[in-house]
């Protein structure tokens, strides 16, 4: 306990030391920055997950790894690509935690939301962000979108920022991967902005997410009984299982053709209030599990990539419904 307790001392004063802001002024401080991209219907916020490991060397910095930079440019435009295609998209470049400073911070349970060692990946989002809205947004409607780490920095984030009003053009947050968190404390959190868990798949102002696992998963970090967690085949919340047939896309990596693509049907879901989670049944023969990091049968790095059309055509619903309430 006491090495534990030194760890996260020297880790805190280690992060702390480097958590000057950052200036997004400068161009090279945005992964994706699209002021002009002609005929797209709304803007999206996007915060990347965790993308590197270095134990030594706990805090993201891509201006000392250029092959870090390319690596999170490469990810960020293949992932907005598939779910947001016909928007415009501002991806700030952040400080985030390497995998293994953020698995510790996560199983401190809900815990994690006042962490220290997340403050300068949600100093640089809130930055950011408000950079975004004083100088891009211009009205417009938005999405926040982050997975896993990225969805921590933008929940918290959310907390520090009263500007987020649906009036204002905040249409939902799609906080995917969001470890441990029941739907009473989002409400309880998130009462302050007018924000709640969404219940369905057309509600506004709302905050919507789901950690996959499969039925025989061992280790589950980002899930606990009663984590919020909506069905992204039927947004229900409740364990109404949902058949292939309303798949409707999951891109996915085939390891026959060595190519990936779209596959359709590709997997049923059904929600698990025990475990917090939402459990597939994967079609037979394919290897989608990473165990050094997150144990057999956690699908935590497929979340977005398992339900990327039916995310997308969501996605499209809920800026529509916005701009036929709100006349934007």
């Not at 990936?260 to 025990?274: E, H």
């Not at 290897?287 to 997150?294: D, L």
């Amino acid at each position: 306990m006491k090495k534990i307790l030194l760890f996260m001392v020297l880790t805190a004063f280690w992060v702390s030391a480097r958590a000057e802001a950052t200036d997004y002024r400068d161009p090279k401080n945005w992964v994706m920055c699209e002021t002009d991209k002609p005929g797209a219907a709304f803007d999206v916020f996007y915060i990347y997950p965790t993308l590197f490991f270095n134990p030594i060397t706990p805090l993201m910095d891509v201006n000392e790894n250029p092959h870090l930079r390319e690596r999170i440019t490469d990810f960020t435009t293949e992932q907005v690509e598939v779910i947001v295609p016909h928007a415009r998209v501002f991806a700030p470049v952040i400080r985030q935690l390497d995998y293994s400073h953020i698995a510790f911070v996560i199983r401190s349970g809900s815990g994690w939301k006042k962490s220290d060692l997340l403050a300068p990946g949600v100093g640089d989002s809130l930055e950011a962000f408000r950079y975004y809205l004083k100088h891009f947004n211009r009205g417009r409607p938005y999405i926040l979108i982050g997975h896993s780490q990225g969805a921590m920095d933008l929940y918290i984030m959310m907390l520090k920022a009263p500007e987020i009003s649906v009036r204002r053009g905040f249409v939902a947050a799609y906080l995917i991967g969001l470890p441990r968190l029941t739907a009473k404390e989002i409400a309880a959190d998130m009462a302050p902005r007018g924000i709640r868990p969404a219940a369905r798949g057309n509600d506004l102002g709302v905050i919507i997410g789901w950690n996959t696992q499969t039925k025989g998963a061992n280790d589950l970090l980002f899930t606990t009984a009663g984590t919020y967690c909506i069905n992204p085949l039927n947004w229900r919340t409740d364990n109404t299982p949902a058949p292939p047939q309303s798949h409707h896309g999951a891109v996915v990596y085939d390891t026959r053709e060595k190519r990936v693509r779209t596959v359709s049907g590709f997997c049923s879901a059904k929600i698990d209030r025990r475990r917090g989670a939402l459990i597939v049944r994967l079609p037979k023969g394919g290897r989608y599990t990473i165990r050094e990091f997150f144990g057999n049968g956690v699908m935590h790095i497929h979340d977005i990539w398992f339900f990327a059309v039916n995310l997308r055509e969501n996605i499209d619903l809920r800026v529509k419904l916005w701009k036929a309430k709100y006349g934007r």
